[in-house]
């Protein structure tokens, strides 16, 4: 069955530095969730997106933005990285109509 | 406090025996809950969703609700050693806002 895609699966970059990381959601699911889990840490909500519409955010610094397209891929754009940045990134969807949610293999972004 | 509350374990039960896992959650107009089973530098792994107060059963899984006491559960019947990893509770808040638990960490010897 196909799974949530996420892309890269792994990012260095330097400190003040720009990340865009990518979702592609399971065919047919129209929502789109982005985590941020820290070493040890639960995974903190960032933001939602339904039907390419922003559906509600979480805990996203506003050196953050994310947007959802018409194929119902979503891009997490990230500017002015800092060290605290550094953290594996889910991305998670659901189908029409449900909750539930299924997560991607994440993206593991270091900051250097 | 978080939103969302779990014992943070380590919860140790041996080969075969029930593991029981809880949660606790703060808003009352909290509706959809969620357990996930996250190993180690992999992504969450949906085990259970329960909706309404009572049981539900998959399998060896049972999650039970209670919305009075604000109180979710999961009990692992018959527990294998494959089933070792962190467990996470998750509830939703908003329309597409959900917020987790900091995990159980269960482990279960041969």
């Known amino acids: 069955a196909a799974g949530v895609i996420q892309s890269p699966r792994h990012l260095i970059k330097e400190k003040r530095e720009t990340a865009t990381l990518k979702c592609y959601p399971i065919?047919?699911?129209?929502?789109v969730y982005w985590y941020q889990q820290g070493p040890g840490q639960d995974p903190q909500f960032l933001i939602s997106?339904?039907?390419?519409?922003?559906?509600d955010k979480g805990s996203i610094p506003d050196r953050f933005s994310a947007q959802q397209f018409s194929d119902y891929h979503s891009e997490l754009n990230m500017s002015s990285l800092e060290l605290g940045d550094s953290a594996l990134y889910f991305c998670?969807?659901?189908?029409?109509?449900?909750?539930?949610?299924?997560f991607g293999p994440g993206t593991r972004l270091t900051v250097l | 406090q978080k939103e969302v509350e779990q014992n943070s374990g380590p919860l140790s039960v041996p080969e075969g025996a029930i593991a029981s896992l809880n949660c606790t959650y703060s808003?009352?107009?909290?509706?959809?809950f969620f357990w996930y089973r996250q190993y180690s530098g992999k992504s969450p792994e949906l085990i259970m969703f329960i909706y309404s107060n009572g049981d539900k059963e998959d399998g060896r899984f049972t999650a039970q609700l209670n919305k009075a006491s604000q109180y979710v559960s999961l009990l692992i019947r018959d527990s294998q050693p494959s089933d070792s990893a962190t467990y996470l509770c998750a509830a939703e808040y908003n329309f597409n806002k959900f917020y987790f638990g900091s995990g159980t960490k269960l482990n279960v010897k041969p």
């Open positions: 997106f339904y039907e390419k519409m922003q559906s």
């Open positions: 808003d009352r107009g909290s509706q959809s």
């Open positions: 998670a969807s659901s189908p029409a109509g449900k909750d539930e949610q299924f």
């Open positions: 065919p047919r699911h129209d929502t």
